[in-house]
């Protein structure tokens, strides 16, 4: 098993966001959280990360205790993340944006990182001295992917990477998830476009006011009649 939260709590102040979750990744899945707004999604991301603390309960990576460790420690076992609303710095261009993201490794692999999300990414390569702020939507989601890809991360968090979004650009992300899973990094993707999500994982888990109300094969959760009337919606909305 690559990740293991076991009995998660996460408070902000008096407001419990997460209350006692559990959640196993095994190393080649791509597993996707879903869950309206405000379930806790974004808070379990973070805790992950290392960026909140939680108030109980343990994260086990490869086996190792990182409960308590910092994010840069976190990032450098190989966890890192694309933030809900990509946070990229949009002053900076788009190869300093990503040479951000490799901080933790060598010039040398930091160079490979580069060639890597260069040929995912022609677009980003195209416009590598350009200011990140002058790029479309589509293209800052990119930019953020592949900034938490040059961390070389066996994890890599995705939230919300297909947030507004036009169809033909949700689609492009989700074929280039495919294709990082493929190229052998495990995922865990966060998205409200809970019909895409299902059709790009592996495993699913819902989530309700910070716990988790099932959990399954995504196709199962695709056909579960809850699922469909609360997260699918009506087949004519297509
Ligand atoms: N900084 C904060 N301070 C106080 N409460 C917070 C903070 N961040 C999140 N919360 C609360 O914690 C709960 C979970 O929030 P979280 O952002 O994890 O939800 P989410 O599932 O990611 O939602 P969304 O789909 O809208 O992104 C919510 O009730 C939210 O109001
Ligand atoms: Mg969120």
């Known amino acids: 098993m690559l990740l293991k939260l076991s009995d998660v709590h996460v408070n902000y102040g008096n407001i419990k966001a997460v209350k006692g979750i559990d959640i196993a990744i095994n190393e080649g899945e791509v597993v996707t959280l879903i869950g309206s707004n405000g379930a806790g999604k974004t808070t379990i991301m973070k805790t992950i990360s290392g960026l909140l603390k939680p ?54 692999e930091m160079n490979e990182g580069l060639e890597k999300i260069y040929s995912l990414f022609p677009r980003l390569k195209e416009r590598m001295n350009q200011d990140a702020g002058t790029l479309s939507g589509g293209e800052q989601q990119m930019l953020a992917i592949g900034r938490a890809l040059m961390a070389k991360p066996s994890l890599l968090l995705l939230d919300e990477p297909s947030m507004g979004l036009a169809p033909i ?70």
């Open 169 to 238: 650009m949700v689609q492009t992300i989700f074929d280039i998830i495919k294709e990082i899973n493929q190229l052998g990094t495990t995922i865990l993707l966060v998205e409200q476009n809970a019909r895409m999500a299902l059709m790009a994982a592996d495993r699913g888990y819902l989530l309700e006011t910070g716990k988790v109300v099932m959990t399954d094969k995504a196709e199962n959760l695709a056909n579960s009649d809850n699922i469909i009337k609360a997260y699918l919606g009506e087949k004519e909305e297509e």
């Open 55 to 108: 108030v109980k309960g343990t994260i086990l990576f490869k086996g190792q205790d990182i409960t308590n460790k910092s994010s840069p420690e976190i990032v450098r076992l190989g966890i890192s993340l694309s933030p809900e609303g990509r946070q990229i710095f949009p002053k900076m261009t788009i190869l300093e944006n990503l040479e951000l993201g490799g901080y933790t490794r060598s010039k040398t």
